[in-house]
């Protein structure tokens, strides 16, 4: 693109909330996986599920499935993705990177029409849950615990707001990539009881002139860990916190295990 041909792109709430913004989340993420990925390893590594396919429920960019793969090598991976934008994304790092082309398969699904396999060790649902309406999150819960295998875990992470409040505007990302700088702007207002709408801000920038430049708007269900362990209960689940505060990293298992 000719730096001269600055223009901004903006989404809407509908559609694919990623089919602008597909090209800037893998490198915006990077910095938050660094510690994330330690503790979902951790977490894997530690289940008492010994086998078991482990799916990675909108697994975007593929950064959870590179964990997943290292936590556990030669366990089978159902990565699933809504997105055609994202899975783009998703299939070139599986392909690109031997440790995950022979055991990760990528089906293009979403919470409500992906076909869950018995006796899975694992299902991450990890920046997912947000994406569901109640009456899918509430579907979600009850679809897994019936296909986990013994000892296995759902892990999730709860992401503020955790109530329908404003979120000012925040850098959330600011990166250089040859000559190029990336920044990612992100803020939030109610909508209704239970929904914030994201208004996200991306970009590129060549010292002080702007390259290109892409908002997208997205509707995001909140809910806190109150509510959630509460949903949960209603399929025999329970909650765990895990890791650090930050990463709002929870395991979910069956009471008892």
Not at 138 to 146: Q, T
Not at 219 to 238: F, M, N, S, T
Request: hydrophobic content about 45%; glycine content about 10%.
């Amino acid at each position: 693109m000719n730096e001269n041909d600055n223009h901004m792109e903006q989404g809407s709430a509908g559609g694919d909330p990623y089919a602008l913004s597909a090209e800037y989340i893998d490198i915006m993420i990077a910095e938050p996986w660094e510690g994330l990925a330690p503790q979902v390893i951790s977490v894997l590594r530690g289940l008492r599920a010994a086998e078991g396919v482990v799916v990675d429920l909108g697994a975007g960019s593929g950064r959870g499935v590179r964990a997943v793969r290292e936590a556990l090598p030669d366990v089978p991976v159902l990565a699933v993705e809504p997105s055609p934008a994202m899975r783009a994304v998703l299939l070139a790092r599986v392909h690109d990177e031997p440790s995950l082309r022979t055991g990760v398969t990528v089906v293009p699904a979403d919470a409500s029409s992906a076909e869950l396999p018995d006796g899975m060790r694992a299902m991450l649902a990890l920046n997912v849950l947000g994406h569901l309406p109640p009456d899918q999150r509430r579907a979600l819960w009850g679809n897994a615990v019936r296909r986990l295998a013994p000892g296995g875990a759902l892990l999730l992470n709860v992401t503020p707001p955790l109530a329908p409040q404003p979120v000012p505007r925040t850098r959330m990302a600011h990166l250089t990539l040859g000559d190029l700088t990336y920044e990612g702007w992100a803020q939030a207002e109610p909508a209704g009881d239970d929904q914030v709408v994201w208004r996200m801000d991306y970009r590129v920038t060549r010292g002080a002139r702007e390259v290109s430049g892409v908002s997208v708007d997205y509707r995001w269900w909140v809910i806190g860990d109150d509510a959630l362990a509460e949903e949960v209960a209603a399929e025999g689940l329970v909650v765990r916190p895990v890791g650090g505060a930050e990463s709002g990293l929870r395991v979910l298992t069956r009471v008892g295990e």
